[in-house]
């Protein structure tokens, strides 16, 4: 399951298939309980080891345990039916499955399953603009050594891996935010414009989620294919263009509603493997 030239990962593969099949099951509480045990014997591996190989290995099995966290609690606020905490999550997992290959260790199956799956489910949401704030600081200080990472003194490489800690700049003496900006491809995707809960495009997670009552799975399927067409609109009315719009807006039929006779639909279809179906996850 796991790629790893210096550690024994025996029991990391037991573990991962468990917090799997539990996710499968729905038993998202299990999950975490699983993710705990996992974190617990990775902890106690690092306080063993100081070879840098060894320890930047014990970093990556921690992301995929990361993610099979992040994964359950998505499939858990789907449930209930709290979309934008899940979007939340999918970020998450998806933060991990770029550092998993970033890294390059143990970049197995799983991890490439989850980056089709997430990635699919991603382009069903809404969400469509973000927020993106610029800050003028001080200076970026090195999570490892503390310095300044622009100078001399730092070594370190931003977003690169050192004996099993990832080298963070961190913003030191915010002066002031020099803009926030609305952007469609933002870096990070969590800061969406006015979430939205109650959306019909989230009807199509509750039909899933009726799915899972039956023969379909969390992980019984490895991507969706998204169809979008129009059809008719079932609450519009004709009516004079200068009359008051049927929707309740106060404004002219014609400056509202008129065109508006028929509207997008999506169907999603959840296609693909099982997880469980991989000749080595």
């Not at 309980?33 to 099995?61: C, D, G, H, M, S």
């Amino acid at each position: 399951m796991f790629e790893f030239k210096h550690l024994c990962k025996c029991k990391y593969d037991d573990l991962t298939i468990d917090a799997l099949l539990a996710i499968n099951h729905r038993d998202y509480s299990n999950v975490i309980k699983i993710v705990e045990r996992a974190t617990n014997f990775l902890r106690k591996e690092k306080a063993l080891t100081q070879v840098e190989e060894e320890l930047n290995e014990l970093y990556v099995l921690n992301l995929h345990f990361q993610l099979l966290s992040s994964v359950s609690l998505y499939w858990r606020e789907i449930e209930m039916e709290q979309y934008y905490q899940s979007w939340w999550n999918l970020q998450d997992a998806l933060d991990s499955i770029r550092r998993i290959k970033k890294f390059g260790y143990g970049a197995g199956q799983a991890a490439k399953f989850f980056e089709e799956q997430l990635s699919s489910l991603e382009k069903i949401y809404p969400y469509k603009l973000f927020s993106s704030m610029g800050v003028i600081v001080e200076c970026y200080e090195c999570s490892i050594c503390g310095s300044d990472m622009d100078s001399d003194e730092c070594v370190h490489l931003k977003g690169e891996l050192y004996a099993g800690e990832m080298a963070l700049a961190v913003a030191k003496n915010i002066k002031y935010i020099d803009h926030i900006a609305l952007v469609e491809d933002p870096k990070n995707k969590r800061l969406v414009i006015a979430p939205d809960d109650s959306s019909p495009v989230f009807n199509i997670f509750k039909l899933l989620v009726k799915g899972f009552d039956k023969q379909l799975k969390p992980l019984g399927f490895s991507r969706t294919v998204i169809t979008e067409f129009m059809r008719p609109n079932e609450n519009w009315v004709k009516l004079g263009r200068n009359s008051k719009c049927f929707c309740g807006s106060g404004k002219k039929y014609k400056k509202c509603c008129e065109n508006q006779s028929r509207m997008k639909q999506m169907h999603v279809d959840f296609i693909g493997q099982s997880i469980f179906a991989l000749t080595s996850i």
